[in-house]
T-cell receptor, first 116, second 108 residues
Framework: GAVVSQHPSRVICKSGTSVKIECRSLDFQATTMFWYRQFPKQSLMLMATSNEGSKATYEQGVEKDKFLINHASLTLSTLTVTSAHPEDSSFYIC????????????FGSGTRLTVV | KNEVEQSPQNLTAQEGEFITINCSYSVGISALHWLQQHPGGGIVSLFMLSSGKKKHGRLIATINIQEKHSSLHITASHPRDSAVYICAVGFGNEKLTFGTGTRLTIIP
């Protein structure tokens, strides 16, 4: 149980276009979703925290107008990279806290974004 | 802010060897997690610990709250165990603080 489905797994887009990444909780309600970014051989870096029905909380240095996060339902959170540039190429992954009884975290499978 | 450190950063071992990866943190925690990240990038949650020891198959995780230290052990290691193992601290809706990861390579 407690599965988060993330799509797409890989995407290549042209500079200046926007890309939407979706994370769906399949068998539980995800009131909170964490969005991370990971550069090669580096650790996960938290970009923002989304909460269903309210505005996302962005970490320092993350442009909220560039990385649009929407969490309109208890089963879907989306990250849109707007006006993508090559430096946005990275691995993006979402994670949701699991509900009781074990309160762990479930991760999506990640999205590898390449901007050309 | 909690600092999470892992060692070693890289570990190469022969198939069958007993593996130990260490994690230390600086501030008291609610829970510590061990995660496994495969080459494709997907992350699997292996354990969540707040005290004592947990075992799942060939994996064992221990935590010493007083010493702020946790270890992940792999018995009878296998090439399919090759992955990056990440220690993280946090609980519930808290942000996770991650260690830098340990890249494990098991040679047949």
């Amino acid at each position: 149980g407690a599965v988060v489905s993330q799509h797409p797994s890989r995407v290549i887009c042209k500079s200046g276009t926007s890309v939407k990444i979706e994370c769906r909780s399949l068998d539980f309600q995800a009131t909170t979703m964490f969005w991370y970014r990971q550069f090669p051989k580096q650790s996960l870096m938290l970009m923002a925290t989304s909460n269903e029905g309210s505005k996302a909380t962005y970490e320092q240095g993350v442009e909220k107008d560039k990385f649009l996060i929407n969490h309109a339902s208890l089963t879907l959170s989306t990250l849109t990279v707007t006006s993508a540039h090559p430096e946005d190429s990275s691995f993006y992954i979402c994670s949701a806290p699991r509900n009781s009884p074990n309160y762990g975290y479930t991760f999506g499978s990640g999205t590898r974004l390449t901007v050309v | 802010k909690n600092e999470v450190e892992q060692s070693p950063q890289n570990l190469t071992a022969q198939e069958g060897e007993f593996i130990t990866i260490n994690c230390s943190y600086s501030v008291g925690i609610s829970a510590l997690h061990w995660l496994q990240q495969h080459p494709g990038g997907g992350i699997v949650s292996l354990f969540m610990l707040s005290s004592g020891k947990k075992k799942h198959g060939r994996l064992i995780a221990t935590i010493n709250i007083q010493e702020k230290h946790s270890s992940l052990h792999i018995t009878a290691s296998h090439p399919r165990d090759s992955a990056v193992y990440i220690c993280a601290v946090g609980f519930g809706n808290e942000k996770l603080t991650f260690g830098t990861g340990t890249r494990l390579t098991i040679i047949p």
